[in-house]
C-alpha cells in the first residue's frame, strides 16, 4: 500500500503527519482527537477551552438572583416570622384567667425561632452552593423554590401573587440552558 493512499493529519504541535485514525502523535503523544485530550486531561481545542473557561467564570444573571433570593429569605423570613409571633401572641387578660395561654404563646415564638434558624442556616449553605458552582445546588434551589412557591399558595394571602409572580421569573431563569451549562448540567 502507497502511503499517499492513507489520510493523514499533521500534529499542531510537532507537525509530523500521522494516519487519519491515530488518537495520539506518534512522535510527542499529543492529542489528536477530543476524546484523546479528554482522556489526557488535556483540552483538543485549546481556544474553545479559553472561551469555555471564561463564559464559566461569569455568574449568569440566574445564579445572581437566586443566591440574592436565597440570603434575602434567609436573613428576613425568620426574622418576619418570630416578630409576627412575637406580636400575635396572647396576652394576659385583665382578670388573669388565661395565664397559662400567654405562657405557652411566649414558648411558640421561642420554637418557632428554632425552627427557623436552621432554615436559615440551610438557604446560606444553598446560596453559597449556588455561587461556587456546586452541582447538587442547582437542585437544591430547585427544591427551595419548589417549597416556597407550595407555602405561597398554602397561606395564600394577596401579597403572595407578587411572591408567586418573582418564583416564575426565578424558575424560568433558573432552568435556562446558560444556567444549566454553567451548572454542568447539559
Known amino acids: 500500500m502507497d502511503t499517499l493512499d492513507v489520510e493523514t493529519k499533521q500534529c499542531k504541535n510537532c507537525g509530523i503527519l500521522n494516519s ?3 488518537a495520539l ?3 510527542c503523544q499529543t492529542p489528536l482527537t477530543a ?3 479528554q482522556l489526557r ?3 483538543f481545542d485549546t481556544e474553545h477551552l479559553k472561551q469555555k473557561i471564561k463564559k464559566l467564570d461569569q455568574h449568569p444573571f440566574a445564579v445572581k ?3 440574592g433570593q436565597n440570603i434575602f429569605f434567609a436573613i428576613f423570613w425568620p426574622l418576619a416570622s418570630a416578630i409576627s409571633g412575637f406580636f400575635s401572641r396572647a396576652k394576659v387578660n385583665s382578670e388573669s384567667t388565661n395565664y397559662i395561654g400567654a405562657a405557652f404563646s411566649a414558648v411558640g415564638s421561642f420554637m418557632n425561632a428554632i425552627v427557623m434558624v436552621p432554615i436559615a442556616l ?3 449553605w444553598i446560596a453559597w452552593g449556588g455561587w461556587y458552582q456546586r452541582p447538587w445546588a442547582w437542585g437544591a434551589n430547585m427544591g427551595v423554590v419548589i417549597v416556597f412557591g407550595l407555602s405561597c399558595l398554602i397561606h395564600f394571602h394577596f401579597i403572595n401573587v407578587l411572591w408567586l409572580g418573582i418564583l416564575a421569573v426565578s424558575v424560568s431563569l433558573w432552568v435556562s440552558q446558560d444556567t ?4 454542568g448540567q447539559s
Do not use: H, K, S
Not at 444549566?180 to 451548572?183: G, L
Open 25 to 27: 502523535c506518534t512522535n
Open 180 to 183: 444549566r451549562t454553567w451548572f
Open 35 to 37: 476524546y484523546a485530550g
Open 65 to 67: 438572583f437566586m443566591v
Open 122 to 124: 440551610l438557604l446560606i
Open 20 to 22: 487519519i485514525d491515530r
Open 41 to 43: 486531561g488535556q483540552e
